[in-house]
């Protein structure tokens, strides 16, 4: 049998970092399932699922304790079973615009009143070349449930953007098996 950990990483941006992750699930005959890590702002951030055996938990907890210092924040947390899948298809959401404070507040606030959940979530903010400001641009990719429209959800979005003054545009991605 295995255990599967969440690991959570922050810390000051160094070469490195990712292998001394990587080593320490090596090391416990584990295995690096998947992950998302980035550089914000000079800091190293990110997730990684991994998997070690069983017993081989106890020692990868106190290795990924050890390495916490303070340049260098871990999490740990035991990957729990996911409830069971509702009904739902998947779609993406992209929106660009001009930055203000609020946009991601705004958009995440409909769509938990639609009960839409988020899957990935991917923001940045750049130079506006032509308007001289910053734009924002996110990439969402959602969950929605078969029991909301999709014309009804983005009917709302599109209210919202325009109080934003933004431009979003919601398109559902097919079943890579149909």
């Known amino acids: 049998m295995s255990t599967k950990y969440?690991?959570?990483?922050v810390g000051n941006d160094r070469p490195g970092l990712v292998e001394l992750l990587a080593s320490a699930v090596a090391d416990?005959?584990?295995s690096w399932l998947e992950s998302r890590m980035s550089v914000l702002a000079g800091q190293f951030a990110g997730v990684a699922l991994v998997q070690v055996p069983d017993e081989q938990a106890a020692a990868l907890e106190k290795k990924l304790h050890d390495l916490s210092d303070e340049t260098l924040r871990l999490t740990l947390a035991k990957a729990g079973a996911r409830e069971?899948?509702?009904p739902h298809r998947t779609a993406c959401l992209e929106l660009v615009g001009h930055d203000r404070p609020g946009i991601v507040q705004e958009i995440t606030r409909v769509l938990r009143e639609k009960g839409v959940n988020i899957d990935d979530?991917?923001?940045?903010?750049?130079?506006?070349a032509m308007s001289g400001g910053h734009l924002f641009?996110?990439?969402?990719e959602l969950q929605i449930p078969d029991t909301i429209e999709l014309d009804r959800l983005r009917d709302d979005l599109e209210g919202l953007a325009?109080?934003?003054m933004v431009d979003i545009h919601v398109r559902e991605l097919l079943?890579?098996?149909a």
Request: net charge negative.
């Open 137 to 140: 641009r996110a990439v969402v």
């Open 28 to 30: 416990h005959q584990g």
């Open 162 to 164: 325009n109080e934003l």
């Open 175 to 177: 079943d890579e098996g």
């Open 84 to 86: 069971p899948a509702r």
């Open 121 to 128: 979530i991917v923001t940045e903010r750049m130079s506006g």
């Open 6 to 9: 969440v690991i959570a990483v």
